[in-house]
């Protein structure tokens, strides 16, 4: 069955005059003629049966439906252009990934694991976006999502499988400066330091301090931060004691920068999760990338 699909070369002079809502800049970029663009999108608009754009005074402006229509356009350019650039650079070989992740999970365990995943598969290439919530698949151009929430929530994402990696236990972490030197503390001294909170678990301290048996009136207060690094970071300058999962600070332990208040992790209700879309076939290079992430996730 033939496509309804218009012409890629319409549809580049129309992404281009879209975006500087001016047909000879769109020339200019493109390298053609004023006069071959505006026959290119005179065709496109013939092809849709709508206009894309008006007259001004100044040259031409997008209608409603013109502007709507370019902003899905510019996203599938873009992903054609991604997998053109992909298979030319593959010739052949493995296959690219692109993942949508929480932020400090991907900054601060996935890519520093990531040379051992380059090793054992050179030909496989791993592209990484942020998102933080569920997306629908079918409207962006991600193979899979590494996402920080309780199975029921992986559960009720549309159109999804999802393979737990590990749950997020949290522990008391702070600067050195604001215990004694290689001690830890008990909970009730922990409740007496200044707490940072998160923004993104707001009853945190609250859990983690009933979970000890300790009255904390303050589980609450103190300055909020949207992301784990920002918390981890304001703790190692001492602003105070964060509750964070102890596999995203490796690093900070390791160097000294934070040390453990108090070693009694909390398992919250949270986990990290490989998603992905519910699909019959299944791309190899995903396949290949699940297995080694659990086996990351299991060591």
Request: aromatic share 8%.
């Amino acid at each position: 069955m033939r496509r309804k699909i218009p012409s890629t070369q319409a549809l580049v002079c129309f992404e281009a005059a879209a975006r500087h809502e001016s047909y000879t800049r769109a020339a200019q970029e493109l390298s053609l003629t004023q006069s071959a663009v505006s026959r290119q999108i005179t065709a496109l608009e013939a092809f849709l049966g709508m206009a894309l754009f008006r007259r001004t005074r100044h040259g031409v402006a997008l209608t409603p439906a013109g502007a709507d229509y370019a902003r899905q356009i510019a996203r599938q350019l873009d992903t054609m252009e991604r997998d053109t650039l992909d298979a030319m650079a593959r010739q052949g070989q493995g296959g690219a990934l692109q993942l949508a992740a929480v932020p400090t999970f991907a900054t601060r365990w996935l890519i520093p694991r990531l040379p051992d995943f380059a090793a054992r598969h050179p030909d496989i290439t791993v592209h990484i976006e942020t998102r933080t919530r569920p997306f629908l698949f079918t409207d962006t151009p991600f193979d899979a999502a590494l996402y920080a929430g309780t199975p029921a929530q992986a559960a009720n994402w549309a159109g999804t499988r999802s393979t737990v990696l590990f749950p997020e236990d949290v522990v008391p972490v702070c600067s050195p400066r604001l215990i004694a030197p290689h001690a830890q503390i008990d909970p009730a001294a922990v409740a007496q330091l200044p707490l940072l909170q998160q923004s993104t678990r707001p009853d945190g301290w609250r859990q983690w301090f009933e979970a000890q048996g300790v009255d904390a009136a303050h589980a609450h207060s103190g300055p909020r931060y949207e992301l784990f690094s920002m918390t981890a970071t304001a703790a190692g300058h001492g602003l105070g004691c964060a509750l964070i999962p102890r596999m995203l600070i490796e690093a900070e332990l390791a160097r000294g920068e934070l040390v453990i208040a108090c070693d009694r992790p909390l398992r919250g209700e949270r986990s990290y999760l490989l998603v992905e879309p519910a699909l019959p076939d299944e791309r190899p290079a995903l396949g290949v990338f699940r297995e080694w992430l659990v086996g990351q996730a299991g060591g």
